[in-house]
């Protein structure tokens, strides 16, 4: 079907106006950013304005050609990024209206946009949505036309763009499918090539940063994966000796230490290569590079040969909170890419000299996370697993000069990069990961927040600091629900649910928060953001925003909490270490509390003379003779609103959740129980437990005043390993 002869293919609905030529849209004349999947969805509602469209509907015609297998969360995801876009509330829909189990019905009006000259446009209304059926029905047809039209524009324009350089960011799926190389039911991460290409090695499990999944190896394409662990550890980053014999994976320890071990390809018990090694790769035959803990947190990457001999240096972050957790060579062995964190969260990926001899500069999207990186063969391309705002996706740079390019779009993330010897294909682990906060209490489980990606401060991997998300008596829950992508670890807008009503509303409109504590009398929040640096700011504003936020601290700084005065404490930073600070409720100028450097502060203790100091998994209170008491190790520690409660969390590490919390019941005022000397190590030396919680499928863990109700993070990922062509990005 063609245009009809004066049809430009722009319609306009309120504020927006939407170029199905172009795939653009408009807001009062400013472009609005949206991806290919949700301007697809966009379309096809256009197609049947005030009709539903269902979701089988959406998925033939924008996922018909996908390999992808859980299409209910692609939907949801790609529709959740329309609504941002048109800034449309889906319990108050203006546009695009949900149909529960069935679909979605575009709900405002439309005009089309017709060219009246080639200086001047006019909109011609469309009927409201209550004129009659045949009225609409023209219009149907209309825009079917349209739509057609465009998608064979859209064809047309990618096929010619094969045979040139690619100058813009194009699905590669448009182009050709992915192959899929693993169908695991949980998921596949962490991919890495022998040197010849023939096989794969991969961690099975849905975990991308570190994870208990076993240690696999596959021939490609087609052979059975084959398990070459079967133990209980937390495993990282695997990768081939350059005989393609042995495979290296890293192990994290209890205290969170890192550690290389090794496993033959053809199967065999694992032993481990070299302690406080992690992400170990090598380089040649003789030698390895892999990153190593310095002191407390601070870790960098260095090279030397399987028995450590000849070890130097050759990155170390500047902040002594800095983390350089991967480590790519490039082909000529000049170059290094590196990605790396520091206490926020995971920082842009870096390229250095691989001679030590300076620091470099960062490669790959500004100011995203980056986790992942590689090389092409010939070294003139380097490619990135980074979240620029829209999640996780492939990025390319040409090296030594460029401008970064994404690869991938759409409502799946792609993380891990594992580049083919012939530069031909790029193995990723891609899928789909939604993150719910639920409550626990007398009548079950069940959950709070709706769409979106929700975190809640507690105790687990990733989490800010384990403040206390319920309100002092216990009727209300604050959560943070993310629209938008952070370099936090967690972040999104602050949420609140009276849980007697089950009502939700956003406490603070439009301000990504990435950790958050609430005043004891529920008066006001304080809170830290972060900056368009990635630097971190504490604020302090009214529940109620009778006035405005008040920054706490100039410098920067984070961890922001309350004290049982209404004082408040925050980490803030000097130089290259961070030092608590306080201000309390009638001070206008915060005020230094301790001389020594803190690593991670985790909250003041009821009585507000005691710090928890939550770090590596081995929390330690200071008091104020500055002592240091420790608590427990392998664990994580909070005390409850109000400090009737000490709960503890003994787990490994890992994004998935699981171990065991415990609430301990304080008597007679004390702030802690009696205590072995080095703090405890399981549960079972406990003694006194008030409720014991299973924390199986539980990312993170938070207490409310009653032992009884708790809320938590539920996360639900499905990933497995596909293989893009790159010989058509080009």
């Given at each position: 079907?063609?245009?009809?002869?004066?049809?430009?293919?722009?319609?306009?609905?309120?504020?927006?106006?939407?170029?199905?030529?172009?795939?653009?849209?408009?807001?009062?004349?400013?472009?609005?950013?949206?991806?290919?999947?949700?301007?697809?969805?966009?379309?096809?509602?256009?197609?049947?304005?005030?009709?539903?469209?269902?979701?089988?509907?959406?998925?033939?015609?924008?996922?018909?050609?996908?390999?992808?297998?859980?299409?209910?969360?692609?939907?949801?995801?790609?529709?959740?990024?329309?609504?941002?876009?048109?800034?449309?509330?889906?319990?108050?829909?203006?546009?695009?209206?949900?149909?529960?189990?069935?679909?979605?019905?575009?709900?405002?009006?439309?005009?089309?946009?017709?060219?009246?000259?080639?200086?001047?446009?006019?909109?011609?209304?469309?009927?409201?949505?209550?004129?009659?059926?045949?009225?609409?029905?023209?219009?149907?047809?209309?825009?079917?036309?349209?739509?057609?039209?465009?998608?064979?524009?859209?064809?047309?324009?990618?096929?010619?763009?094969?045979?040139?350089?690619?100058?813009?960011?194009?699905?590669?799926?448009?182009?050709?499918?992915?192959?899929?190389?693993?169908?695991?039911?949980?998921?596949?991460?962490?991919?890495?090539?022998?040197?010849?290409?023939?096989?794969?090695?991969?961690?099975?499990?849905?975990?991308?940063?570190?994870?208990?999944?076993?240690?696999?190896?596959?021939?490609?394409?087609?052979?059975?994966?084959?398990?070459?662990?079967?133990?209980?550890?937390?495993?990282?980053?695997?990768?081939?000796?350059?005989?393609?014999?042995?495979?290296?994976?890293?192990?994290?320890?209890?205290?969170?230490?890192?550690?290389?071990?090794?496993?033959?390809?053809?199967?065999?018990?694992?032993?481990?290569?070299?302690?406080?090694?992690?992400?170990?790769?090598?380089?040649?035959?003789?030698?390895?590079?892999?990153?190593?803990?310095?002191?407390?947190?601070?870790?960098?990457?260095?090279?030397?040969?399987?028995?450590?001999?000849?070890?130097?240096?050759?990155?170390?972050?500047?902040?002594?909170?800095?983390?350089?957790?991967?480590?790519?060579?490039?082909?000529?062995?000049?170059?290094?890419?590196?990605?790396?964190?520091?206490?926020?969260?995971?920082?842009?990926?870096?390229?250095?000299?691989?001679?030590?001899?300076?620091?470099?500069?960062?490669?790959?999207?500004?100011?995203?996370?980056?986790?992942?990186?590689?090389?092409?063969?010939?070294?003139?391309?380097?490619?990135?697993?980074?979240?620029?705002?829209?999640?996780?996706?492939?990025?390319?740079?040409?090296?030594?000069?460029?401008?970064?390019?994404?690869?991938?779009?759409?409502?799946?993330?792609?993380?891990?990069?594992?580049?083919?010897?012939?530069?031909?294909?790029?193995?990723?682990?891609?899928?789909?990961?939604?993150?719910?906060?639920?409550?626990?209490?007398?009548?079950?489980?069940?959950?709070?927040?709706?769409?979106?990606?929700?975190?809640?401060?507690?105790?687990?991997?990733?989490?800010?600091?384990?403040?206390?998300?319920?309100?002092?008596?216990?009727?209300?829950?604050?959560?943070?629900?993310?629209?938008?992508?952070?370099?936090?670890?967690?972040?999104?807008?602050?949420?609140?649910?009276?849980?007697?009503?089950?009502?939700?509303?956003?406490?603070?409109?439009?301000?990504?928060?990435?950790?958050?504590?609430?005043?004891?009398?529920?008066?006001?929040?304080?809170?830290?953001?972060?900056?368009?640096?990635?630097?971190?700011?504490?604020?302090?504003?009214?529940?109620?925003?009778?006035?405005?936020?008040k920054l706490i601290i100039q410098s920067p700084a984070r961890q922001a909490c309350f004290g049982p005065q209404g004082e408040v404490y925050v980490l803030a930073r000097e130089a290259d270490r961070e030092f608590v600070y306080s201000i309390g409720p009638t001070q206008s100028v915060a005020r230094k509390v301790n001389s020594k450097p803190v690593a991670n502060f985790g909250g003041i203790s009821p009585h507000g003379d005691l710090w928890m100091l939550n770090f590596n998994q081995a929390p330690d209170v200071a008091t104020p003779d500055g002592s240091i008491i420790p608590v427990c190790r392998s664990c994580g520690s909070t005390w409850s609103a109000g400090g009737k409660y000490l709960y503890l969390r003994f787990r490994g590490s890992g994004e998935m959740g699981g171990g065991e919390a415990i609430a301990i019941e304080l008597t007679h005022g004390k702030q802690l129980p009696d205590l072995p000397r080095s703090g405890y190590s399981s549960v079972q030396e406990v003694k006194g437990v008030a409720a014991k919680i299973d924390m199986a499928g539980k990312t993170i863990f938070a207490p409310s005043p009653d032992p009884s109700v708790y809320a938590y993070v539920k996360a639900t990922v499905q990933r497995n390993l596909f293989s893009i062509p790159l010989e058509l990005?080009?």
């Amino acid at each position: 079907m063609q245009h009809p002869p004066n049809s430009t293919g722009r319609f306009r609905t309120g504020e927006f106006e939407v170029d199905l030529r172009s795939g653009e849209l408009w807001r009062n004349g400013e472009k609005i950013k949206l991806q290919q999947r949700p301007f697809q969805i966009l379309a096809a509602l256009l197609e049947k304005p005030g009709e539903v469209v269902t979701r089988e509907d959406i998925q033939q015609k924008v996922w018909a050609t996908e390999t992808f297998v859980d299409f209910e969360h692609s939907i949801n995801t790609a529709v959740k990024k329309l609504r941002e876009a048109l800034d449309d509330d889906p319990e108050n829909p203006t546009y695009i209206q949900t149909l529960p189990r069935r679909g979605y019905r575009f709900v405002a009006p439309v005009g089309e946009v017709i060219a009246k000259s080639s200086q001047d446009d006019i909109e011609a209304p469309t009927p409201a949505l209550t004129h009659d059926v045949s009225d609409r029905n023209s219009r149907k047809r209309l825009l079917a036309g349209v739509i057609v039209g465009v998608l064979a524009t859209l064809v047309v324009a990618i096929f010619l763009d094969l045979s040139r350089t690619h100058a813009g960011p194009i699905q590669p799926a448009l182009r050709h499918p992915w192959m899929q190389v693993t169908h695991f039911a949980d998921g596949a991460t962490s991919p890495a090539l022998s040197p010849d290409g023939r096989m794969i090695v991969f961690i099975q499990g849905p975990e991308t940063f570190i994870s208990r999944g076993q240690i696999y190896v596959k021939i490609l394409p087609d052979g059975a994966p084959v398990q070459l662990t079967h133990d209980e550890t937390l495993k990282m980053a695997p990768a081939f000796s350059t005989d393609g014999s042995r495979i290296a994976y890293t192990v994290t320890v209890p205290g969170f230490g890192w550690d290389t071990w090794e496993v033959p390809v053809l199967g065999g018990e694992p032993h481990e290569l070299l302690p406080n090694a992690a992400a170990l790769t090598w380089t040649d035959a003789q030698h390895v590079m892999f990153s190593e803990t310095k002191t407390g947190m601070h870790m960098g990457i260095v090279t030397a040969t399987e028995s450590r001999v000849g070890e130097r240096d050759i990155y170390l972050p500047a902040s002594g909170y800095g983390m350089a957790h991967r480590s790519w060579l490039s082909p000529d062995g000049r170059w290094i890419l590196i990605s790396e964190m520091d206490a926020t969260g995971w920082r842009p990926c870096r390229v250095l000299p691989s001679d030590g001899s300076g620091g470099g500069e960062t490669a790959g999207p500004k100011a995203a996370r980056c986790t992942y990186a590689g090389w092409s063969p010939d070294g003139k391309t380097m490619y990135f697993s980074a979240d620029a705002g829209d999640g996780y996706h492939i990025w390319r740079e040409p090296f030594p000069q460029g401008i970064p390019d994404q690869l991938t779009f759409g409502p799946t993330e792609e993380e891990g990069i594992a580049i083919s010897p012939d530069g031909r294909n790029l193995i990723t682990s891609a899928g789909i990961r939604e993150s719910t906060v639920w409550l626990h209490d007398e009548t079950g489980d069940r959950p709070l927040s709706g769409e979106g990606f929700a975190t809640i401060p507690g105790l687990g991997f990733g989490s800010m600091n384990a403040h206390s998300a319920f309100s002092a008596d216990g009727t209300k829950l604050y959560y943070l629900l993310r629209k938008q992508g952070s370099r936090a670890y967690q972040s999104g807008e602050l949420w609140m649910t009276d849980l007697r009503s089950g009502s939700a509303q956003v406490v603070l409109p439009g301000v990504s928060i990435i950790e958050f504590d609430i005043e004891p009398n529920g008066h006001r929040i304080a809170y830290s953001t972060l900056d368009a640096d990635g630097n971190s700011h504490a604020w302090i504003t009214p529940v109620d925003r009778s006035t405005p936020p008040k920054l706490i601290i100039q410098s920067p700084a984070r961890q922001a909490c309350f004290g049982p005065q209404g004082e408040v404490y925050v980490l803030a930073r000097e130089a290259d270490r961070e030092f608590v600070y306080s201000i309390g409720p009638t001070q206008s100028v915060a005020r230094k509390v301790n001389s020594k450097p803190v690593a991670n502060f985790g909250g003041i203790s009821p009585h507000g003379d005691l710090w928890m100091l939550n770090f590596n998994q081995a929390p330690d209170v200071a008091t104020p003779d500055g002592s240091i008491i420790p608590v427990c190790r392998s664990c994580g520690s909070t005390w409850s609103a109000g400090g009737k409660y000490l709960y503890l969390r003994f787990r490994g590490s890992g994004e998935m959740g699981g171990g065991e919390a415990i609430a301990i019941e304080l008597t007679h005022g004390k702030q802690l129980p009696d205590l072995p000397r080095s703090g405890y190590s399981s549960v079972q030396e406990v003694k006194g437990v008030a409720a014991k919680i299973d924390m199986a499928g539980k990312t993170i863990f938070a207490p409310s005043p009653d032992p009884s109700v708790y809320a938590y993070v539920k996360a639900t990922v499905q990933r497995n390993l596909f293989s893009i062509p790159l010989e058509l990005q080009r």
